[in-house]
């Protein structure tokens, strides 16, 4: 079993920055993936960002590439995604999955989830 607890979100403006964290606990192996996901309302979950365990490899979603950072802190087993340039339709709660299958952006593929992080972004 894997544990997650996210945090780090809050209420910023368009432009501004924000950091997200996901602290990861339990039988956990360095062949496994994480990953940040969002769901905005009345929309479907969708695929952020993906990065794999030892933090040397990440993969990003059109929409976020070249504004958001996903990082790991290996002393810690934290993880990170920093937010910039953060624009209106980024609003939504964002959650961190892992998968037992490596680095991967396939929601499917996820087996633990956090609780999420609510980020609203105001125009």
């Known amino acids: 079993q894997v544990q997650l607890v996210e945090s780090g979100g809050g209420l910023v403006q368009t432009g501004d920055s924000l950091k997200l964290s996901c602290a990861a606990s339990g039988r956990i192996f360095s062949s496994y993936g994480m990953a940040w996901f969002r769901q905005a309302p009345g929309k479907e979950r969708e695929f952020v960002a993906a990065?794999?365990?030892?933090?040397?490899?990440?993969y990003y979603a059109a929409s976020v590439k070249a504004r958001f950072i996903a990082s790991k802190d290996n002393a810690k087993n934290t993880f990170a995604l920093q937010m910039n340039s953060l624009k209106p339709e980024d609003t939504a709660v964002y959650y961190c999955?892992?998968?037992?299958?490596?680095?991967?952006?396939?929601?499917?593929?996820?087996?633990?989830w956090g609780q999420g992080t609510q980020v609203t972004v105001s125009s």
């Open positions: 990065i794999n365990w030892l933090g040397s490899g990440t």
């Open positions: 999955a892992v998968s037992t299958l490596g680095l991967n952006h396939l929601e499917a593929m996820f087996d633990y």
